[in-house]
């Protein structure tokens, strides 16, 4: 069904309308035979507007009376009555004075004039219409609505109807208008396609991947603390989410791609060169992260030392010049700032620098580590994800390469996300299979269950689960007194693919007895065999 106060979308044209297939009509149809009926029970109801939406319809209705599911038996049959009657929709072209009258006498929308009650929504729905477009209203029976249609021929044309729910939505969207309720419901040619229709509903909450996530023990939401759709995944979710990474390696791999990783965080010039900033994307991406916390420090820092290497860098101009003295004939060097620096040092470790020197030397050597100890003070921003950038991007910087031969050539841009988010692509997974996953992708793949605890039974049971485990199979055990009956359930209800059932007689056979989640037994076999072919339906990712 649609979402509860959904929005009203674009005013349809009439072209749009004339294009009505032949199921949005009946539910448009209904949406008028359901305010017929809403008429006959309470007369004062006033109407705004009752189009067709996806899988249904709604009509939006504003009535001291707070309308319920459990009003809908009432209103329903008041709507067969209706239905039965096999009124005509008959279209009736009006100038927009009579329309306006009409709404002000309470005519529209109801099923008679009603003095004193004008019928103000109406009002409001007859300003939206262009100049010049024309105006109709439709009428079965006693009703008589603005509307610009289209309509099935009669009021018997509807098939199978149903209400559904109600919900809250303001008038025109607008929260600044009167909220009003809006009652939902669905039609359909016949009861055979509306009953399909449920049940295909009843099926889909049983696949709620949240849900199933949920009773599974595959993630948890905590939206206080982590935010809406955004799960924590627990071990067996995880397990998932490996094993569909495996898939994509190697797959990847076998086509001879090759892989790399880039860091989540970049520097702002990248994007000033890919040209996400300053105009393309900059208002889609997140605030760049800086840390002007350092930014005053560093400043600090790096003014005491371009004080310090002044004070040093006078005393190495002395050491140059006695260098240059010592020299015999007429050529010398001219020493860089930094080869000064290197006299000063050795002057220091030979002791013959003045104290005051040494010491301005120290705190140099201090400032520079602190200095380079704190945070890089550029400013960083998240890796910006959505594949339509990088196309845009790549259109609008075009970008060349030298090839092996040495030629320029344009590289290709493809983005290929092959299994999109994580929680959207296994909540996907999650419905399809209603949490029974295939062997392979099963969070917990097989269970070893004992017939009781006994200790041989058990010894000859560990065996066999420390061989699946050996060979990295999600199994786990249970090797309880607990009656056997309880413990299958227990695996049933947490979705465990296999289970191996060991009694006595499976022991002294040296076999297992082999049962599927919501199959059931599939018989007794060798354990060596019933291990290997559990190996091999994962290897070879069956379904």
Request: with cysteine.
């Given at each position: 069904m649609p979402e509860d106060n959904e929005q009203p979308k674009e005013r349809k044209t009439l072209d749009d309308r004339a294009k009505m297939t032949e199921l949005e009509r009946i539910r448009h149809s209904c949406a008028h035979v359901l305010a017929t009926a809403i008429l006959r029970i309470w007369p004062e109801a006033q109407f705004a507007a009752g189009p067709p939406v996806e899988n249904g319809f709604y009509y939006d209705v504003d009535l001291p009376h707070r309308i319920s599911p459990e009003d809908f038996p009432k209103i329903e049959e008041e709507m067969k009555k209706e239905i039965k009657a096999n009124h005509v929709f008959e279209?009736?072209?009006?100038?927009?004075?009579?329309?306006?009258?009409?709404?002000?006498?309470?005519?529209?929308?109801?099923?008679?004039?009603?003095?004193?009650?004008?019928?103000?929504?109406?009002?409001?729905?007859?300003?939206?219409?262009?100049?010049?477009?024309?105006?109709?209203?439709?009428?079965?029976?006693?009703?008589?609505?603005?509307?610009?249609?289209?309509?099935?021929?009669?009021?018997?044309?509807?098939?199978?109807?149903?209400?559904?729910?109600?919900?809250?939505?303001?008038?025109?969207?607008?929260?600044?208008?009167?909220?009003?309720?809006?009652?939902?419901?669905?039609?359909?040619?016949?009861?055979?396609?509306?009953?399909?229709?449920?049940?295909?509903?009843?099926?889909?909450?049983?696949?709620?991947?949240?849900?199933?996530?949920?009773?599974?023990?595959?993630?948890?939401?905590?939206?206080?603390?982590?935010?809406?759709?955004?799960?924590?995944?627990?071990p067996k979710g995880t397990a998932i989410v490996e094993e569909l990474e495996k898939l994509a390696k190697e797959t990847e791999f076998a086509a001879g791609y090759v892989r790399v990783k880039t860091p989540h965080i970049a520097k702002e010039k990248i994007y000033l060169t890919s040209g996400h900033l300053p105009v393309l994307y900059a208002a889609s991406m997140f605030p760049p992260m800086t840390l002007d916390e350092f930014r005053i420090e560093r400043k600090q820092l790096q003014e005491e030392i371009i004080g310090l290497r002044a004070v040093l860098a006078n005393y190495g101009e002395l050491l140059a010049e006695e260098k240059i003295a010592a020299q015999k004939d007429d050529l010398y060097d001219i020493l860089s700032a930094e080869e000064k620096l290197g006299l000063v040092e050795t002057a220091i470790e030979a002791g013959r620098a003045p104290a005051k020197i040494a010491a301005a030397y120290q705190e140099l050597c201090k400032a520079s580590q602190k200095l380079r100890r704190l945070p890089d003070p550029d400013s960083y921003y998240l890796k910006a994800m959505n594949c339509p950038h990088h196309h845009r991007i790549f259109a609008a910087q075009p970008r060349s390469y030298r090839d092996r031969d040495n030629t320029e050539k344009t590289p290709l841009c493809i983005h290929r996300a092959p299994l999109g988010t994580h929680e959207r692509f296994i909540g996907f997974l999650i419905e399809h299979y209603a949490g029974n996953f295939p062997l392979w992708l099963a969070p917990e793949q097989v269970r070893v269950l004992t017939l009781n605890d006994d200790e041989k039974l058990v010894a000859y049971a560990k065996e066999i689960y420390r061989e699946l485990r050996a060979a990295e199979v999600r199994a786990e055990a249970d090797f309880s007194a607990d009656p056997v009956k309880a413990k299958i359930a227990e695996a049933e209800k947490a979705k465990v693919h296999t289970m191996l059932v060991i009694g006595h007689r499976d022991m002294e056979a040296g076999q297992v007895s082999v049962r599927l989640h919501s199959r059931g037994p599939q018989g007794a076999k060798p354990k060596g065999e019933a291990v290997a072919e559990i190996l091999t339906t994962i290897k070879e990712r069956r379904v």
């Open positions: 279209k009736i072209a009006v100038s927009r004075e009579q329309a306006m009258k009409d709404s002000e006498s309470g005519r529209l929308g109801g099923l008679s004039e009603r003095p004193g009650n004008p019928s103000k929504f109406k009002i409001g729905n007859l300003a939206d219409i262009p100049e010049g477009e024309q105006i109709t209203c439709y009428r079965n029976g006693d009703f008589i609505d603005l509307c610009a249609g289209p309509h099935v021929m009669r009021t018997g044309n509807i098939g199978a109807f149903k209400l559904t729910h109600v919900a809250s939505a303001y008038y025109k969207g607008d929260e600044r208008n009167p909220q009003l309720q809006r009652i939902y419901g669905t039609a359909f040619k016949n009861k055979t396609e509306m009953e399909a229709y449920f049940t295909m509903l009843e099926e889909a909450k049983k696949r709620d991947h949240r849900k199933i996530g949920t009773e599974m023990g595959l993630f948890a939401i905590d939206t206080e603390f982590v935010g809406p759709g955004l799960p924590l995944w627990l």
